[in-house]
């Protein structure tokens, strides 16, 4: 079993930042890859950036420039560091893994999501 667990929300202004850290635990044999999605009231989750294990990175349109996705693989952790948030930055933030447990099979993990609020 493996275990995601965010940190990091919370109200910021427009114009701040916010860091967000995300750790994966439990019976871990690979991490194919680590990002964040995101879902505002009424909308579908998105995915906002994404890195993959020795690989690429992604990142939406919309928050390109802005936001900077980055892992410390000997932590299993995965941060997004968020610049010039703005009001439409409004959402829940949850944490993705693709991750091997017990064979090289990756399955989807979830961490239970965090508010970040962008308001004045």
């Known amino acids: 079993q493996v275990q995601l667990v965010e940190s990091g929300g919370g109200l910021v202004q427009p114009g701040g930042s916010l860091r967000l850290s995300c750790v994966a635990s439990g019976s871990i044999f690979k991490i194919y890859t680590m990002g964040w999605y995101r879902q505002a009231p009424g909308k579908q989750r998105e995915l906002i950036a994404a890195?993959?294990?020795?690989?690429?990175?992604h990142y939406a349109d919309s928050v390109k420039g802005r936001f900077t996705i980055s892992r410390d693989n000997t932590k299993n952790t995965v941060y997004l560091q968020m610049n010039n948030l703005k009001p439409e930055d409004t959402a829940v933030y949850y944490c993705?893994?693709?991750?091997?447990?017990?064979?090289?099979?990756?399955?989807?993990?979830w961490g239970q999501g965090t508010q970040v609020t962008v308001s004045s």
């Open positions: 993705h893994g693709a991750i091997a447990t017990m064979t090289p099979v990756g399955y989807d993990y």
């Open positions: 890195s993959v294990t020795g690989g690429n990175i």
